[in-house]
């Protein structure tokens, strides 16, 4: 194996880890989010902790979807040179 795909195995598992840990949280910050109905406007404070779960998820969502474009683009990369190792080009 040479150093490239050896390099490009290490990126896609801390992608790989690093997805799978954001996603475990994304899930976990899930599992505490409630849907409340507010009845009355002194129950508007239940809406803060509840808007500061949502930014989280937001942002999380928003990391997944870089984690998942990377990994995906590092797989097509570590393919293509296991490929080209196995035929001879590199």
Do not use: C, K
């Amino acid at each position: 194996m040479s150093g490239l795909l050896v390099s490009l195995l290490v990126i896609e598992l801390g992608l790989s880890l690093a997805g799978l840990g954001a996603f475990v949280y994304r899930r976990r910050l899930e599992f505490r989010e409630e849907n409340t109905l507010i009845l009355n406007p002194s129950e508007a404070h239940l809406l803060a902790g509840q808007d500061g779960i949502h930014a989280r998820i937001r942002q999380l969502d928003s990391l997944l979807w870089y984690v998942g474009i990377g990994w995906f683009v590092f797989g097509i990369a570590l393919f293509g040179v296991w490929l080209a190792e196995g035929v001879g080009l590199i």
